[in-house]
């Protein structure tokens, strides 16, 4: 094992059994036998090495959404995807907590990894005709609910007894932002009040997925701009 990974490990290890979010490096250098200039080599300061552990402990999760095969129907997914998020804040809360300090200078990797997999999903449920806000609106609003959700109740557990808490606020989020599949019954009026609007993210999506070359680089972001526009509503 090299002086890098002891480290990742050693302060992995102290983070997990701290009562807090946080490690000192001298207690990490105790751990992993090594001199401090070695960890500031390595990661620079200890905002850098927190951060690395943070993408460390990530790294088994956004694996497994890598590899997730995705299913007929992109919402499902989407309600999976929390539950998932929300399963290893829980079993992993000093890991979380960091990864979301604002003490935080070094932005971990594995946020925009996971939020860029999100908006992944939310891009097919907007082709598939599902969504009813832009892609990069749904994926801020579905990320800060969860995130929101996870923190408060690793942070303060207590106030959160119901164990449905989670999966209520999953589905209130999910129903403002997404609609049922298209069936052949009669529209509701609000149905058709966001038809223009769903139409454009539809479209919007569809356009970004298939890259079309019908129109010039300028043309696509012009007209892009002007759907997104839309389908904000």
Request: glycine share 4%.
């Amino acid at each position: 094992m090299d002086a890098r990974e002891k480290i990742l490990e050693a302060a992995a290890d102290l983070l997990a059994k701290a009562s807090v979010a946080d490690v000192s490096t001298r207690a990490v250098c105790e751990a992993a036998g090594v001199g401090a200039p070695m960890l500031y080599r390595l990661f620079g300061d200890k905002a850098g090495l927190l951060a690395a552990v943070v993408d460390r402990g990530f790294e088994a999760y956004l694996a497994s959404k890598r590899a997730a095969r995705p299913s007929d129907d992109p919402v499902a997914d989407i309600r999976s995807g929390w539950d998932n998020h929300m399963r290893f804040a829980l079993e992993h809360p000093n890991h979380y907590r960091l990864m979301y300090s604002p003490e935080l200078t070094v932005p971990p990797a594995a946020a925009q990894e996971a939020h860029a997999l999100l908006h992944g999903i939310l891009e097919r449920c907007a082709a598939a005709g599902r969504l009813t806000v832009p892609p990069a609106l749904a994926t801020q609003m579905i990320m800060s609910a969860n995130v929101g959700a996870a923190l408060s109740m690793v942070t303060r557990p207590e106030q959160y007894p119901d164990p449905q808490f989670s999966q209520r606020l999953r589905d209130a989020v999910l129903e403002s932002v997404t609609r049922p599949a298209a069936s052949d019954e009669p529209a509701e009026r609000d149905d058709q009040d966001r038809a223009v609007p769903v139409a454009a993210a539809t479209l919007a999506a569809r356009l970004r997925a298939e890259q079309s070359t019908v129109f010039t680089a300028a043309e696509s972001a012009l007209l892009e701009q002007w759907l997104d526009k839309l389908s904000a509503g």
